[in-house]
Protein backbone atom coordinates (compact mmCIF):
# COMPACT_ATOMS: atom_id res chain seq x y z
CA UNK A 1 0.00 0.00 0.00
CA UNK A 2 1.47 3.61 -0.65
CA UNK A 3 0.96 6.08 1.49
CA UNK A 4 2.94 9.09 0.65
CA UNK A 5 3.34 10.26 -3.19
CA UNK A 6 6.98 10.75 -4.22
CA UNK A 7 7.32 14.22 -3.15
CA UNK A 8 7.34 12.72 0.29
CA UNK A 9 10.69 11.47 -0.09
CA UNK A 10 12.47 11.76 3.24
CA UNK A 11 9.03 10.39 4.97
CA UNK A 12 9.37 7.59 2.71
CA UNK A 13 13.11 6.83 3.62
CA UNK A 14 12.34 7.04 6.99
CA UNK A 15 9.36 4.89 6.97
CA UNK A 16 11.66 1.82 5.14
CA UNK A 17 14.15 2.73 7.71
CA UNK A 18 11.65 1.97 9.87
CA UNK A 19 10.69 -1.23 8.64
CA UNK A 20 7.10 0.24 7.45
CA UNK A 21 7.34 0.30 3.67
CA UNK A 22 9.44 -2.18 2.40
CA UNK A 23 12.10 -1.37 -0.44
CA UNK A 24 9.72 -2.42 -3.50
CA UNK A 25 7.25 -0.23 -2.36
CA UNK A 26 9.40 2.79 -2.55
CA UNK A 27 10.41 3.32 -6.35
CA UNK A 28 13.19 4.96 -7.72
CA UNK A 29 11.65 8.15 -9.73
CA UNK A 30 15.33 9.38 -10.70
CA UNK A 31 15.71 10.09 -14.36
CA UNK A 32 19.18 8.78 -15.22
CA UNK A 33 22.11 9.76 -18.47
CA UNK A 34 20.85 6.54 -20.30
CA UNK A 35 17.04 7.46 -20.10
CA UNK A 36 17.92 10.97 -21.10
CA UNK A 37 20.28 9.70 -24.35
CA UNK A 38 17.61 7.01 -25.08
CA UNK A 39 14.94 9.64 -25.33
CA UNK A 40 17.18 12.18 -27.70
CA UNK A 41 17.90 8.73 -29.91
CA UNK A 42 13.90 7.96 -30.13
CA UNK A 43 13.70 11.95 -30.99
CA UNK A 44 15.82 11.77 -33.90
CA UNK A 45 14.02 8.46 -35.17
CA UNK A 46 10.56 10.22 -34.81
CA UNK A 47 11.94 13.48 -36.81
CA UNK A 48 13.33 10.91 -39.58
CA UNK A 49 10.06 8.86 -39.41
CA UNK A 50 7.98 12.12 -39.75
CA UNK A 51 10.10 13.14 -42.82
CA UNK A 52 10.17 9.44 -44.50
CA UNK A 53 5.90 9.08 -44.07
CA UNK A 54 5.10 12.20 -45.46
CA UNK A 55 7.57 11.35 -48.45
CA UNK A 56 5.62 7.95 -49.27
CA UNK A 57 2.36 8.82 -47.96
CA UNK A 58 1.76 12.93 -47.68
CA UNK A 59 0.44 14.82 -44.87
CA UNK A 60 -2.38 13.16 -43.60
CA UNK A 61 0.41 10.42 -42.85
CA UNK A 62 2.88 12.86 -41.74
CA UNK A 63 0.18 14.48 -39.19
CA UNK A 64 -0.35 11.57 -37.14
CA UNK A 65 2.80 10.15 -36.76
CA UNK A 66 3.90 13.64 -35.53
CA UNK A 67 0.72 13.86 -33.28
CA UNK A 68 1.67 9.71 -31.79
CA UNK A 69 5.20 11.35 -31.33
CA UNK A 70 3.82 14.44 -29.21
CA UNK A 71 1.43 12.10 -27.24
CA UNK A 72 4.55 9.60 -26.66
CA UNK A 73 7.50 11.72 -26.67
CA UNK A 74 6.36 15.04 -25.04
CA UNK A 75 4.95 15.80 -21.62
CA UNK A 76 1.39 17.39 -22.92
CA UNK A 77 -0.15 15.13 -20.10
CA UNK A 78 1.28 16.88 -17.37
CA UNK A 79 1.07 20.86 -18.32
CA UNK A 80 2.59 23.05 -20.68
CA UNK A 81 5.65 21.99 -22.59
CA UNK A 82 7.69 25.11 -23.39
CA UNK A 83 8.64 24.71 -26.75
CA UNK A 84 10.80 27.39 -28.73
CA UNK A 85 10.96 25.72 -32.51
CA UNK A 86 14.31 26.88 -34.83
CA UNK A 87 12.51 28.64 -37.43
CA UNK A 88 9.86 30.16 -35.07
CA UNK A 89 9.60 34.09 -34.95
CA UNK A 90 7.37 36.97 -33.82
CA UNK A 91 4.10 36.45 -32.03
CA UNK A 92 4.45 32.57 -32.68
CA UNK A 93 7.75 32.42 -31.14
CA UNK A 94 6.99 29.89 -27.87
CA UNK A 95 4.56 27.53 -28.65
CA UNK A 96 2.64 25.88 -25.23
CA UNK A 97 0.30 23.84 -26.72
CA UNK A 98 0.51 20.22 -28.83
CA UNK A 99 -1.14 22.66 -31.10
CA UNK A 100 1.44 25.01 -32.26
CA UNK A 101 3.92 21.95 -31.64
CA UNK A 102 1.92 20.08 -34.13
CA UNK A 103 2.22 22.75 -36.76
CA UNK A 104 5.74 23.86 -36.65
CA UNK A 105 6.62 19.79 -37.38
CA UNK A 106 3.99 19.78 -40.60
CA UNK A 107 2.78 23.02 -41.07
CA UNK A 108 -0.78 22.99 -42.68
CA UNK A 109 -2.52 24.95 -40.20
CA UNK A 110 -3.82 28.09 -41.22
CA UNK A 111 -3.41 29.41 -37.72
CA UNK A 112 0.71 29.09 -38.09
CA UNK A 113 0.66 30.37 -41.34
CA UNK A 114 4.92 31.07 -41.36
CA UNK A 115 4.67 26.71 -40.44
CA UNK A 116 5.77 25.50 -43.46
CA UNK A 117 6.79 21.95 -41.60
CA UNK A 118 10.21 21.27 -40.14
CA UNK A 119 10.01 17.72 -39.77
CA UNK A 120 9.10 17.52 -43.48
CA UNK A 121 12.25 18.59 -44.88
CA UNK A 122 13.58 15.82 -46.25
CA UNK A 123 15.57 14.23 -43.11
CA UNK A 124 17.52 11.25 -43.19
CA UNK A 125 19.99 11.12 -40.42
CA UNK A 126 20.09 12.64 -37.16
CA UNK A 127 23.07 12.85 -34.49
CA UNK A 128 23.54 15.20 -31.29
CA UNK A 129 26.42 16.29 -28.96
CA UNK A 130 25.42 17.27 -25.60
CA UNK A 131 27.65 19.82 -24.34
CA UNK A 132 26.74 19.07 -20.90
CA UNK A 133 23.35 16.87 -18.99
CA UNK A 134 22.24 18.06 -16.10
CA UNK A 135 20.17 15.83 -13.86
CA UNK A 136 17.91 16.30 -10.70
CA UNK A 137 15.91 14.03 -9.25
CA UNK A 138 13.37 13.10 -12.14
CA UNK A 139 14.30 16.17 -13.90
CA UNK A 140 17.18 16.76 -16.49
CA UNK A 141 18.54 19.46 -18.67
CA UNK A 142 20.28 18.58 -21.61
CA UNK A 143 21.96 21.30 -23.96
CA UNK A 144 24.45 20.92 -26.99
CA UNK A 145 24.16 20.58 -31.18
CA UNK A 146 21.92 18.26 -33.44
CA UNK A 147 23.00 17.65 -36.73
CA UNK A 148 20.53 17.13 -38.87
CA UNK A 149 21.37 15.85 -42.47
CA UNK A 150 18.80 15.34 -45.79
CA UNK A 151 18.75 13.55 -48.59
CA UNK A 152 20.85 15.61 -50.63
CA UNK A 153 23.53 15.05 -47.69
CA UNK A 154 23.05 19.14 -46.85
CA UNK A 155 24.09 19.02 -43.33
CA UNK A 156 22.03 21.96 -40.58
CA UNK A 157 23.12 22.21 -37.21
CA UNK A 158 21.21 23.47 -34.80
CA UNK A 159 21.93 25.08 -30.91
CA UNK A 160 19.36 22.20 -28.67
CA UNK A 161 18.52 22.69 -25.04
CA UNK A 162 15.84 20.09 -23.81
CA UNK A 163 14.32 19.85 -20.60
CA UNK A 164 13.27 16.14 -19.41
CA UNK A 165 10.75 15.21 -16.67
CA UNK A 166 10.24 11.37 -15.73
CA UNK A 167 6.66 10.87 -14.89
CA UNK A 168 4.60 8.74 -12.37
CA UNK A 169 4.48 6.13 -14.96
CA UNK A 170 8.06 6.02 -15.24
CA UNK A 171 8.45 7.08 -19.00
CA UNK A 172 10.52 10.46 -19.74
CA UNK A 173 8.95 12.87 -21.62
CA UNK A 174 10.18 15.89 -22.96
CA UNK A 175 8.78 19.52 -21.08
CA UNK A 176 11.44 22.25 -22.19
CA UNK A 177 12.65 22.30 -26.22
CA UNK A 178 14.17 25.31 -27.45
CA UNK A 179 16.41 24.88 -30.59
CA UNK A 180 18.09 28.11 -32.54
CA UNK A 181 20.18 28.79 -34.88
CA UNK A 182 23.75 28.84 -33.80
CA UNK A 183 24.50 32.64 -34.00
CA UNK A 184 26.68 33.81 -37.03
CA UNK A 185 28.95 37.03 -38.20
Do not use: C
Not at 86 to 93: D, K, V
Amino acid sequence: MKLFTKKHGLVLILLAASGTLSATEIANSNITETEIKAAQDAWGKALIQISDDYRSGGIEKAKKTATAVLDSAYGYSQGPVLFKPTLASGEQTFRINKEGALAYFVGHNTAYPADSGFALKNWKSYSYDNAAIYINGNMALTMGNVHLIDRDNKETTVDKTWGFKKGDDGKVRIVLHHSSLPFSK
